[in-house]
């Protein structure tokens, strides 16, 4: 095994597989994919169709063609969206939607003023404590209760439960930042999840408001373009990327989703442009697919699996690229103790060239959109860069605070990597 490595190391010594970056047409792009007109390429303002479309045009100007009759695989889902910007004032505080508060995905409308009710925790654990709380009125109350106790919450009894939807209103304290994601279903009472440290002392009362509308039917596009191998023809390496993000709540609020994941998307365009030059002709067949609605739950992967446009088991091995804006930690690679050979070649590349500072693996996991195709058995690595910012399913995901610390270094071990999968 060892000469085996050590050959293929020299035979890349040899070719050169590295290519220079183009980094200002990489920043160029996240900053395109994350600006306020793609609205957090989510469900409302036609985030996520606009993103189709110009992923659209940017596959046909690097002269992928449509794997079929069109670059778009269209599908359809049910999703709850916010879409008013929320308001909320507490006592005579107004509070700052997206910054201060935002309401949860699944939350339903409502509007008004409700009194504070604070949830003690203790109500969780004591009895008594519990029958005295829950024998309060909750018609016309805001319920106040800390993020840390809203499991519990959620293992209170139906009839304590349905006790709680009497409220107008609830409110969760969240004691670190704010977290949202997306929502099929819209829940029975209107939710507003708020930073602890802009919840004021002594809250009394509040006056909110909240928009939603569940769309039956949303309309979502994967898009996908490929490169004809010159030897082999009929069989794939897959380069894959999600291009939705969270949308927004209302004109106010969105979501940039920067790292998460205009950076990916970045670089399934990037290795586009690389394999459509003449000179880096692939001998296998490439694919490359920007789904939509992996934040909705893998969609659009699951409905790509479900609805193959090439056979799945034609496909050589699969990348999945999400969150690729740092690396100053390293690199992940889910299932790399799954596909124990080709991690230990893709660690032989990094240590050769000293691309990253470690590659980091774990083995199978439903994160993203490789999931759907190892389910299937089609090999798969998914990749994503350790360390640098935090921000994360958060209005502060934006381009301009996203390092790109390594994301020429990963590129290249990409490339490498794909050059002895051929």
């Known amino acids: 095994m060892k000469q085996f490595y050590t050959c293929l190391l020299f035979i890349l010594a040899l070719t050169g597989a590295a290519a220079a970056q183009d980094m200002p047409r990489v920043r160029q792009t996240i900053d395109t994919l994350a600006s306020p007109y793609f609205h957090g390429r989510g469900y409302i303002l036609d985030g996520d169709a606009k993103a189709a479309n110009y992923i659209r045009d940017r596959f046909k100007q690097t ?28 006592n005579s505080n107004t509070l700052e939607p997206g910054a201060d508060f935002v309401a949860r995905a699944s939350s339903p409308s409502g509007a008004g003023k409700a009194t504070v009710l604070m949830l003690d925790s203790l109500i969780l654990t004591d009895a008594a404590a519990a029958q005295k709380f829950f024998s309060k009125r909750f018609k016309g109350k805001a319920i106040v209760y800390r993020q840390q106790d809203a ?19 609830h409110i969760i304290l969240q004691p670190k930042g704010l977290l949202t994601a997306v929502a099929r279903q819209a829940d029975a009472v209107p939710v507003l999840e708020v930073l602890a440290a802009a919840w004021p002392a002594g809250a009394k009362s509040i006056k909110y408001s909240i928009k939603n509308s569940l769309n039956q039917k949303h309309e979502a596009r994967n898009v996908i373009g490929y490169i004809e191998g010159s030897t082999k023809p009929d069989s794939f390496l897959v380069f894959t990327a999600h291009y939705d993000h969270l949308g927004g709540q209302g004109k106010r609020v969105y979501f940039p ?5 205009a950076s990916g998307t970045a670089m399934l365009l990037e290795l586009a442009d690389y394999y459509s030059k003449p000179e880096n002709k692939p001998r296998y067949s490439i694919i490359f697919i920007a789904f939509a609605a992996e934040e909705a739950g893998l969609l659009g992967s699951l409905h790509y699996v479900q609805n193959p446009l090439s056979p799945l088991a034609d496909i050589r091995f699969l990348v999945n690229l999400d969150l690729l804006g740092t690396g100053s930690e390293g690199l992940m690679v889910v299932n790399g103790q799954v596909h124990e050979q080709e991690f230990a070649l893709l660690n032989a590349i990094n240590k050769e060239h000293n691309y990253l500072p470690q590659l980091k693996r774990r083995g199978k996991a439903a994160n993203s959109d490789h999931y759907p195709f190892s389910e299937q058995g089609v ?29 020429a270094e990963v590129y290249n071990l990409i490339l490498n990597f794909a050059a002895h999968l051929q």
Do not use: C, M, W
């Not at 794997?67 to 929320?86: A, D």
């Not at 690595?381 to 790109?404: K, V």
């Open 151 to 169: 499991k519990l919450v959620n293992q209170l009894s139906q009839p304590q439960q349905l006790k709680l939807q009497q409220a107008r209103v």
């Open 379 to 407: 090999p798969a690595f998914f990749f994503y860069t350790l360390g640098g910012t935090t921000a994360y399913h958060n209005t502060h995901d934006y381009a301009s605070q996203l390092p790109l610390t390594k994301f």
């Open 63 to 90: 002269g992928l063609q449509p794997l079929g009759n069109s670059y778009f695989q269209p599908f359809s889902f049910q999703v709850n969206r916010i879409t008013e910007t929320p308001q909320l004032q507490v």
């Open 257 to 261: 989703g920067a790292n998460d994941n």
